[in-house]
């Protein structure tokens, strides 16, 4: 699996736009790269996807650099139900396993 | 619908006994997974299905563990015998094949289980 990198932990204050970055240089032409994250004693919940154009959704947005090594997840407003655990993976086209990393642990702060 | 549901949500033994997880996944989804995550090793795939089959199963740990898929609809993952250092919360999965960008997956709530 192609791996992903992203910072431990991160800070917002609260109706402030965040920035979550994931390094994933060695990412495959097939390769899409997904967020997911996962809030405290829950399951983890799919946020975003995209193989190499920007995406947008009702949560947040998603950034792919032009060589695609590296994507930036963007919450516009941080609330404090954003703070969560955000996992950046790589899942390839017909291929289900995936890899989830330590993910970034994003405090928001009121 | 209802999305994944797992069963029990909250799981006590003691060492030695058997142990018995439940998932049903989102009707009409032909992948599920198995997870285990720890704060040591975090999220890690235990096993997964497609079409009821077996498609990976080299993230279960020993012989300890195993898993089935009767029908579409429901799977268990067993631990027997079970020993403390499988207390971790485990959590089922389950995704739609659709195309070929990697398919969400949809996570249940977990089964926190507690081997004493």
């Known amino acids: 699996d192609a791996k992903t990198t992203q910072p431990n932990s991160m800070e917002s204050n609260e109706e402030e736009p965040v920035h979550l970055p994931c390094n994933h240089s060695?990412?495959?032409?097939?390769?899409?790269i997904h967020w997911y994250r996962q809030l405290p004693s829950q399951g983890p919940e799919y946020v975003i996807h995209?193989?190499?154009s920007n995406v947008n959704n009702r949560m947040a947005s998603l950034a792919i650099a032009e060589d695609r090594k590296s994507s930036t997840l963007i919450l516009h407003r941080a609330t404090l139900r954003d703070a969560a655990v955000y996992y950046c993976?790589?899942?390839?086209?017909?291929?289900?396993?995936?890899?989830f990393g330590t993910g970034t642990k994003l405090q928001v702060i009121p | 619908d209802a999305g994944v549901i797992q069963s029990p949500r909250h799981e006590v033994t003691e060492m030695g006994q058997e142990v018995t997880l439940r998932c049903k996944p989102i009707?009409?989804?032909?992948?599920l997974f198995w997870y285990r995550q720890t704060m040591m090793r975090g999220l890690e795939l235990l096993i997964y299905?497609?079409?009821?089959?077996?498609?990976?199963d080299s993230g279960m740990p020993e012989d300890r563990f195993s898993a089935k898929m009767p029908n579409a609809s429901f799977s268990t993952l067993k631990i027997q015998p079970s020993e403390p250092r499988d207390s971790a919360v485990y959590f089922c999965?389950?995704?739609?094949?659709?195309?070929?960008?990697?398919?969400?997956?949809?996570f249940g709530p977990g089964t926190r289980l507690l081997v004493l």
């Open positions: 999965a389950s995704s739609q094949t659709g195309g070929n960008y990697g398919e969400t997956q949809y």
């Open positions: 060695t990412i495959s032409g097939t390769d899409y």
């Open positions: 995209g193989l190499t």
């Open positions: 993976i790589l899942s390839s086209g017909g291929y289900q396993k995936v890899t």
């Open positions: 009707s009409g989804h032909d992948y």
């Open positions: 299905f497609n079409n009821n089959v077996p498609i990976d």
